[in-house]
């Protein structure tokens, strides 16, 4: 479903969806903090599997909740897989 902001001709379809914040931001930013520690995906796929459709969005968010952006918190908290 289109914003009725979009359907209302204030910005093209494409550019809403590119731009929308994801359904549910806390879900999203969980998802990405799961994907971001143990994946290998990069920060395009992880923003696009988390529901914010651009990385972008991701990163402003990210930046917002935890001081941080999606690629300084993969940093910091990466799991290796090797368990102890």
Same mark, same amino acid.
């Given at each position: 479903?289109? /914003? /009725? =902001?979009?359907? %209302?001709?204030?910005?093209?379809? *494409?550019?809403?969806?590119?731009? &929308?914040?994801?359904? +549910?931001?806390?879900?999203?930013?969980?998802?990405?903090?799961?994907?971001?520690?143990? #994946?290998?995906?990069? $920060? @395009? @796929? $992880? =923003? *696009?599997?988390? #529901?914010?459709? %651009?990385? @972008?969005?991701?990163? *402003?968010?990210? &930046? +917002?909740?935890?001081?941080?952006?999606?690629?300084?918190? *993969?940093? &910091?908290?990466?799991?290796? #897989? $090797?368990?102890?």
């Amino acid at each position: 479903m289109v /914003s /009725s =902001a979009s359907s %209302a001709g204030y910005m093209a379809s *494409r550019t809403w969806r590119a731009h &929308r914040p994801a359904k +549910n931001t806390g879900a999203g930013t969980a998802s990405g903090k799961d994907l971001l520690s143990s #994946g290998a995906a990069s $920060v @395009e @796929e $992880v =923003a *696009r599997q988390s #529901g914010f459709g %651009a990385s @972008e969005t991701m990163r *402003r968010l990210f &930046r +917002n909740a935890f001081g941080v952006s999606p690629t300084v918190y *993969r940093a &910091r908290f990466r799991t290796t #897989g $090797v368990s102890a």
